[in-house]
């Protein structure tokens, strides 16, 4: 398995609390994504980084942001949580980006919002 | 963008049938094809993939296949396994695009 990581793998917050997950890496991939599963949605892109302080936003953006201070950490900030960010998120690493490359996922983090 | 989708929503099947999941893209574009298989639980994880110079890719008991001009692409799986349950993800992703674009899933069952 690629050499990626998510904290933490579950955790619930309150609503109106601001909650941060991080996704590391040990590939030196310069992609990185945060992506969120729900039921009859799949996976939607949330935001995505193309390098250290590079980063885009993805479908399903509003009530996120991100940072990439590091090659190897990609983090996801809710700013103020809410009961419709309960999810389960996941990352993933890629070398050259979505066309023509294996995206690599980490465990997931499931979060709850109450 | 990419807007990808995918039928059926669930799949059973049972065990030793063929199992076919169909998906369709919007962007003409797209020449990149992969499909994704989550186990219960478990991250996602890349099966198989097509890029949009070949019209059918094959690996041991899965293949996809491509209709560009129909703009859509299919996962055949024969001699279906109970270790094949799982969830699938079809994805496209455009020229140029940074990212993949995933359909909704298909939750496979295969019954011993």
């Known amino acids: 398995d690629a050499g990626i990581t998510q904290s933490p793998r579950h955790k619930v917050t309150e609503t109106g609390t601001p909650v941060t997950l991080r996704c590391h890496q040990t590939?030196?991939?310069?992609?990185m994504y945060w992506y969120r599963q729900d039921p009859g949605h799949g996976l939607r892109l949330i935001h995505y980084s193309y390098g250290v302080k590079d980063t885009d936003k993805g479908e399903v953006s509003d009530g996120y942001s991100v940072s990439r201070s590091k090659t190897e950490d990609f983090l996801l900030t809710l700013e103020s949580a809410t009961s419709s960010q309960t999810s389960v998120y996941f990352c993933?690493?890629?070398?050259?980006?979505?066309?023509?490359?294996?995206?690599?996922f980490g465990q997931g983090t499931r979060l709850t919002v109450v | 963008g990419e807007n990808v989708e995918q039928h059926p929503s669930t799949l059973s099947v049972q065990e030793g049938d063929s199992a076919v999941i169909k998906c369709t893209y919007s962007?003409?574009?797209?020449?990149?094809f992969p499909w994704y298989k989550q186990e219960l639980g478990k991250r996602p994880q890349l099966i198989i993939d097509i890029r949009s110079n070949v019209g059918e890719k094959k690996d041991q008991r899965i293949a996809v296949t491509l209709n560009k001009t129909a703009k859509h692409f299919s996962l055949h799986i024969t001699e279906t396994q109970p270790e094949d349950s799982a969830v699938y993800f079809c994805a496209a992703t455009p020229t140029g695009a940074n990212n993949l674009f995933f359909g909704t899933g298909t939750r496979l069952t295969v019954i011993p």
């Open positions: 590939e030196n991939h310069r992609y």
């Open positions: 962007d003409s574009a797209s020449n990149y």
């Open positions: 993933a690493i890629s070398s050259t980006g979505g066309e023509n490359t294996e995206a690599f």
